[in-house]
C-alpha cells in the first residue's frame, strides 16, 4: 500500500536537521535542512508519514499493556514493574523516553506546518488533506500526553530553546478544549473511508477523527458527547465511512485481513521493510520465542466466560476448575495461550496434533512453566494475540496494530448509554450481544440483555466485555485511569495458573499519585517552572 511505502521510504530517507536540548526540542531526523528540504510534495509527503509513525507504534502499544492487569513483565525488572509496584521516581527512565518521544513528535509537526507554504507546486486540496493529518497527529500526541502527565507543556508553533526551557504547563482542561477543536477543524479536509482508494488504505479518514472525539470525551466521562460521536459513525456511514464488525474475531489480527470493515485506524507496518518485533518475547519457545518476558496473568484469563454464559465464580457457572480452559470464550484462545492449547486448532495451516505443554506434570518441553527469572513463562501463560511472524525463524511481524475499530465504538456507545440510564434491550442487542455473536456465543444466557441486572450490576458486565474484547491492544490501563478503579484492579497479587509458584512481586496503587506519570527530572533540572506532579516529590 502506498502509506505503507512512503513510511519506509523516510525512514530510509532521513529527516530534518534540527538542534535539540530537551524532550520538547527533538528533531525529526540528521540529513536535510530547512533550505534544501521543502522543494517538492514528495519531501512533504515523506514528513506527514513520519508524523504517522511517531504517533503510535506496537512498542508503545505493549508497553501500555504492561501498566495494566492483563499482562506482567515477568522475566525484566522493567520500568513498567518499578511503576506497578509503586517504587518509581521522577528519574524512572520511561517516564523521560516516552516525554522525549511524544514532543519529537510535536516537534514533527510543527515543523511541517511552519514549512509548507514554502511548496508551491503542492495542489491546494492535497495540501489541506495533509495538514488535517499532521493536525490530527499532533492532536492525538497531546492527547496522549495529557493522559499520562496531566497539565503539560502546549504550545501550537515550533519553539525556541529559550522557551522550552521557560514554559510552564497548560492544564488538561485546557489542552482537551484544544484537541476537540482541532479534531472539529479538520474533518472537512479529510475524506470518509468510502472514499479512500486502496492504495490509500491507513491514511487517516473522517472516521478515524470521529473515534478519536468519542475516545476523548470517553477519558474524561462526558457521556453525552461519546454518544454523539458514537452515533455518528454508527447511523452515518455515508458522510463518516461505513464500519461494522468483522466476522472472524481471530480474523481481525491476521495480516490477510488488514483493513477491513473493522478497522477505522492502524499503525501500518510493512513485512521484511518496516516490522515490529516485541512479540519475540511473549510467544512460547517452540514458535520461535527468545524469552517470555511480558506474559498475560491469571487474572484476565478468569475474566473470560463459559461459552454458556457465566462467569466462573457466579452461581450455577458450568466451569470445570479441573479443566479451566474448556468451553470458554473462544476470544480466550484467540487471545492467550494456555497449557494444552492445540495450536493446530489455531493456526489453521492443516497440520495436527501440534499442543503447547505448560505444565510442569505434564510432558515437558522447551514451553514448560519454571518459574519468574527463567526463559519461560512466569504466569502459566503466553501471547497468542497478533503473533503473525513474517517467516520461519523470523519473530519480526509486519503486522498492522489497530488504533481504532468498530467494536470499541459500539462498546463506549453502550456505556455511554448506560451511564445516561438508556440502557434497553436495543441497545444491548446490536452492541454487546452482536460482539459477543461475533465471538461464538449461542445461548440466550451469554447474547441476551439482563433485564434483572442493576446499573451497578450492568456497568461491571461492560467493564468485563471491554476487558475481553481489547484485551492486549492497549486500552485496559486508560479504561481503569478513566474508572478512578486502580485500587480495584491494580493491588491484587499476580497470579499465574495453579501449577505456578508464588509470584513474588507485591503490586501497589496510590489513588493519590498514580493516574499520573511522574513529570521527568530531567526537564524539571533544564525548566523549574514545570514543576512536579503530585506524589512524586518537588
Known sequence: MKIKKYIYLFAAVGGLTL??????????????????????PDRAQYVVNMAYA????????????????????GRSTTDQRLMRMGQATPTTGIFASEWSDLYGGIKTCHVFLENIDAITNLDAAKKARMIAEIRFVRAYIYFRLTNFYGDIPFFTKDITVDESNTIGRTSHAEVMAFIHQELNDIIGDLPSRNDLPESENGKITKGAVVALQARAYLMDSDWSNVQKYCEMLINQPETYGSYALFPSYRGLFEEGNEYNQEVILDRAYVRNLLTWGEILDMVPLSKGGRVADRVPQQSLVDSYLTLNGYTIDEAGTDYDPNHPYDNRDPRLAATVIYDNYDWSANVGDGSKGEVIHIDPAGDNTVDTYIGTGSNTTATGYYTRKWFAPQATGDMSSGLNIIMFRYADILLMWAEAKLEQNQMTADVWNSTVRAIRQR????????LNFPADKSQTELRQILRNERRCELALEGLRWYDIKRWKAGSEYLTQPVRGASFTHDIPWKFTFDENRDYLWAVPQSQIDLNPNLGQNPGYGN
Open 19 to 40: 538542534t535539540a536540548c530537551n524532550g520538547m526540542e527533538n528533531a525529526p531526523g540528521n540529513q536535510f535542512t530547512d533550505a534544501n528540504f521543502w522543494d517538492s
Open 54 to 73: 511517531q504517533m503510535y507504534n506496537a512498542g508503545k502499544m505493549w508497553r501500555d499493556e504492561s501498566l495494566s492487569d492483563n499482562m506482567i513483565d
Open 439 to 446: 465471538a461464538g456465543f449461542k445461548t440466550a444466557k451469554a
